[in-house]
């Protein structure tokens, strides 16, 4: 069965750092999703993109994160300048349609240190 | 925001027995959605609810989508060790985002 794959699993990167968490989605699926878990606490919407454009996101989503998608495969999540407190799991998401179920992949930890 | 208020937060039960949860919100979904997550791993989809009132089965798992729209259960019928876990409610409105519960972390003893 075709499945959200992510990579790194694990990412430790210092303070003030640039992290890229990459995903590749199921390859008909055409909504996009980055999600948040901090250790812990429940699953928190960062943000979709469809249409190679964002379509929704959410507060957390400040100026320091922004996503890609930069080919056909791809769906990227960067995080600028990284914090102590953007230490989580970041799940990527994706789906066929505006109302079909959302498949999440095994997520990237992110540590800052 | 969205609110949805998932209980029990946990539950330790004697292999073989029925689970059952409930997510509530004081908004309407279009969609209910419940999930599953083992440690370190993302969110695997149990079963998807679409209309109010749809009861739907997944082996020994039952959810239903309440007739307000403002809530839905699910229930694990005969519960075996690989049922621990976190189970996750989710609801959709229109747009994109779907919010979770807080999930209610599942023991079972053998």
């Known amino acids: 069965e075709p499945e959200v794959t992510q990579t790194p699993s694990h990412q430790v990167t210092q303070m003030g750092q640039e992290v890229i968490l990459r995903c590749v989605p199921i390859?008909?699926?055409?909504?996009f999703y980055w999600y948040r878990q901090i250790l812990g606490q429940k699953v928190e919407f960062l943000v979709s993109?469809?249409?190679?454009?964002?379509?929704?996101k959410s507060e957390i989503f400040d100026d320091q994160f922004s996503v890609e998608r930069p080919d056909g495969s791809n769906f990227t999540l960067k995080i600028r300048s990284t914090k102590l407190e953007d230490s989580a799991m970041y799940f990527c998401?994706?789906?066929?349609?505006?109302?079909?179920?959302?498949?999440f992949g095994n997520g990237t930890r992110l540590t800052v240190t | 925001g969205q609110q949805l208020n998932q209980s029990p937060q946990s539950m330790f039960i004697q292999e073989g027995e029925d689970v059952s949860m409930n997510c509530t919100s004081s908004?309407?979904?279009?969609?209910w959605l419940w999930y599953k997550q083992d440690p370190g791993e993302g969110p695997v989809l149990l079963i998807a609810?679409?209309?109010?009132?749809e009861l739907t089965s997944n082996g020994r798992l039952t959810a239903q989508f309440g007739i307000t729209r403002k809530d839905s259960f699910l229930n694990i019928s005969a519960s075996i060790p690989s049922d621990v876990g976190i189970y996750f409610c989710?609801?959709?409105?229109?747009?994109?985002?779907?919010?979770f519960g807080g999930g209610t972390r599942l023991m079972v003893k053998p």
């Open positions: 998401a994706s789906r066929v349609t505006y109302n079909s179920p959302l498949h």
């Open positions: 989710a609801g959709l409105r229109a747009g994109n985002m779907l919010t």
């Open positions: 993109f469809y249409n190679n454009e964002i379509s929704e």
């Open positions: 908004s309407i979904f279009n969609t």
């Open positions: 609810l679409y209309k109010a009132g």
């Open positions: 390859s008909n699926h055409l909504y």
